[in-house]
C-alpha cells in the first residue's frame, strides 16, 4: 500500500506539478494577472531548506487527513448509505464534489492563494478520485507533496 503510494503518488503530483507551474508562470501572467504576491505568502516568507520538504510535507499529510481521509471518507461512507450500498465502496459524487469545495474554498486557501486558489478544484478533484478509487490515502499524501514541491520549487526560482 505505502509502495503504491509512491509510485503513483509520485508520479500523480509530478504531472500535476508540471501543469500548475505552467498555469502560474505562464497563462496567469498571459492573462495579466500578477503573481509576485506570492513572495509574501507565509510559504513564501519561509526559508526553501524549511518548506522542502519538512513543511511541505506535513502540510501535504495533515490535509490529506483531513480532507481525503476524514471529510471525503466520512461523505462518502455517508452517500453510499444513503443509495443503500452497504459495501462501503462504490462511486460517491456528491461527497467528492462537496470535499472538493470545500479544499478549495478553504478561508486560507482563498486568502493565501487569493486567484490561484481555483487551481485546488482539480486538484482536490483529482486527488479525491484517487482516494475513491483506491481507498489508498498515501498516494494523495505523496501526489500532494511532490506537487507543490514541483511548484514552490519553480515559483520560487522565477519570481525570487
Given at each position: ?16 506539478g508540471a ?92 486568502n493565501t ?48
Amino acid at each position: 500500500m505505502i509502495w503504491d503510494g509512491l509510485r503513483w503518488g509520485t508520479l500523480t503530483g509530478l504531472l500535476l506539478g508540471a501543469m500548475n507551474t505552467f498555469v502560474i508562470l505562464v497563462v496567469y501572467p498571459s492573462l495579466g494577472y500578477d503573481i509576485i504576491f506570492l513572495k509574501h505568502t507565509p510559504h513564501g516568507q519561509l526559508p526553501i531548506l524549511l518548506m522542502i520538504p519538512w513543511v511541505i510535507c506535513a502540510i501535504a499529510l495533515l490535509v490529506e487527513l483531513n480532507f481525503r481521509g476524514f471529510l471525503l471518507g466520512r461523505l462518502a461512507e455517508l452517500e453510499l448509505c444513503w443509495w443503500g450500498n452497504a459495501s462501503g465502496r462504490g462511486l460517491a459524487p456528491l461527497a467528492l464534489i462537496s470535499s472538493t469545495f470545500t479544499f478549495a474554498f478553504d478561508p486560507f486557501l482563498v486568502n493565501t492563494f487569493r486567484h490561484l486558489h481555483w487551481i485546488a478544484l482539480w486538484d482536490g478533484l483529482i486527488w479525491g478520485c484517487i482516494w475513491i478509487r483506491t481507498r489508498n490515502l498515501w498516494i494523495t499524501i505523496v501526489a500532494h507533496a511532490v506537487e507543490v514541491i514541483v511548484m514552490y520549487s519553480a515559483v520560487k526560482a522565477a519570481i525570487g
